[in-house]
C-alpha cells in the first residue's frame, strides 16, 4: 500500500487505546529491521528521519529506500514521518521528498539549540499545518523543551534544567486552538540519547500529571513523547563486554511509557535503544572474529539485533496486532478530510 499519513494511524491507535513506537531510520538495515518487526507482529509502524539522517543518506536514497519498504510489504500501514522539523522550509522539502508526516518543532529556534518563545513557535508550526494539511500531510508540533542534545538539536538542557520546561497545559490549549497540530510532543522529564538519569528509576521518574492534565482538557490531540529509549541493562552490558565504554545511565521504563498510553500518548520516539542494540551485535563480531571483513556478517546480526528491540516495543506498546485492522487512506482522501473539518481537523476522528 502506499505510504500512509501518520494522523491515520493515531487516529487507530486513539480509537483502540495502544501507543505507537516512531523509530529512528538512517540506512536500509534499520529500515528492514523495523518492517522485518512489524511483519512478525502484525504492526503498523511509523518511521521517522531527522535532519541528520536525511542529509546522511541523501533524501534520493531514503526515499526509494521508503518505496520499497512499502513496495515489499503491501499489508503493513506505514508512515514516513520528519523528525525535528527545525523550520517550515524543512518541513515542506520532506513533503516533496514524500513524507507523510512532518515534525514541526518550534519550542526551539532554528539553530537547533535556542529555546523559542511561544509566539514564534506558534506562528511556525501554524504555517506548517496550513501548508500541509492542504497535502493531506501530519503534523507533529512541539511544546516545553526536552533535555539533552542529539547531533546539535536539542537546547542542551541538563535533566534538571529541562524540569523547569515541561509542557504547560494552559500554553498546550492554546496552542493546539491556535496550530491545528495532529499531535503534541510534551515535555514531561524526558531527554534524548542515552544518558537520561543516573540513578535506577523507581516509578515516578516522568511528571505524569502533566499528560494526565493535557488529556483532560485535549482529549482528541495525540500526544508524542520523546526521549523515550529505555536504555535495557542488558544492551549496555553487552556494548561494555565487547570493548565499548558507556557509563551507567537508565532510560525511561516500559512501564512509564505504558502509564502515558494510558493518558493519551499515542506516539512514542525510540532511537537510543537501536543504536544500543546496532552497535552491541557489530562489536561483539568484531571482537569475537577479529578477521571478519564482510559487512554483510556485522550489518546482518545488528539488523537481527534492532528488530528484537522493535519487536519487544511494538508487543509492549499494543501496537502488535494491528496492522490488518487499518483502512488505508492516502493523504489525497486526507485532503477532503481536512478541508471538511476545518481547523478542527483534531475534533474528529477519521478511522472507525
Ligand atoms: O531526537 C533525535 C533523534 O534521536 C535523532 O538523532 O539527530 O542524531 O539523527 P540525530
Ligand atoms: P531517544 O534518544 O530516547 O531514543 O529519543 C529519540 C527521539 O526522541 C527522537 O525524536
Ligand atoms: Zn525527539
Redo the contacts with the bound molecule.
Sequence with gaps: MPLVPMRVLLDHAAENDYGLA?F?VNNMEQIQAILAAAEETDSPVII?A?RGARSYTNDAYLRHLMLAAAELHPSTPIAMHQ??GNSPETCLSAIEQGFTSV?MDGSLKADGKTPADFEYNADVTRKVVDAAHAQGVTVEGELGC?G?V?DGHGAGLSAEEAMQHLTDPDQAEEFVALTGVDALAVAIG?????Y?FTEKPTGDVLVMSVIEEIHRRLPNTHLV?????S?PQELLEIIRQYGGEMKQTY??PVEEIRRGIKNGVRKI???????LAITGAIRKVFATNKGEFDPRKYLGVSREAMKQVCVDRMVAFGQAGNASKIKPVTCKEMVCFYQRAGCGARDHALVG
Design positions: 516512531a529512528n521517522q531527522s523528525d525535528h515534525m526536552l539533552g542529539e524526558t531527554s534524548h540519547g542515552a537520561k513523547m520523546h526521549g523515550s529509549s536504555v532510560g525511561v520516539n525510540v532511537d537510543t535503544d537501536n543504536r
